[in-house]
């Protein structure tokens, strides 16, 4: 019913930067919660940055000042632009989305997963 699509990520080198966008399909009434998480090697996963209805943001310290996220209601997308990256930003990064579906009711969605690589 509902699909996630991930696109943008990759190598590159330290400072920098990468665009990620997570677009988002189905017979959707509403997305009240739009995040992206990063799980590093050998380290749990960890939320980088979110965007709750009314438009209210959440960033990790680690990520401050370098990350952005937004989100595009007409296209069902959200983005998180990453600039002045870092060894330590090196990781797999998820879209997660939690919305109301039409016909069935509250869903919590991931994307599939995409490498993030920074590397001299």
């Known amino acids: 019913q509902v699909q996630l699509v991930e696109s943008g990520g990759g190598l590159v080198q330290p400072g920098g930067s990468l665009r990620l966008s997570c677009q988002v399909s189905g017979n959707i009434f509403n997305i009240y919660y739009m995040g992206w998480y990063r799980q590093a090697p050998g380290k749990q996963r960890e939320l980088v940055a979110n965007?709750?209805?009314?438009?209210?943001?959440n960033y990790a310290d680690s990520v401050k000042g370098r990350f952005t996220i937004s989100k595009d209601n007409a296209n069902k997308t959200t983005a998180l632009q990453m600039n002045n990256l870092k060894p330590e930003d090196t990781a797999v990064y998820y879209c997660?989305?939690?919305?109301?579906?039409?016909?069935?009711?509250?869903?919590?969605?991931w994307g599939q997963g995409i490498q993030v690589t920074v590397s001299n």
């Open positions: 997660n989305v939690q919305v109301w579906i039409l016909r069935t009711g509250p869903g919590d969605y």
């Open positions: 965007i709750i209805s009314g438009y209210s943001t």
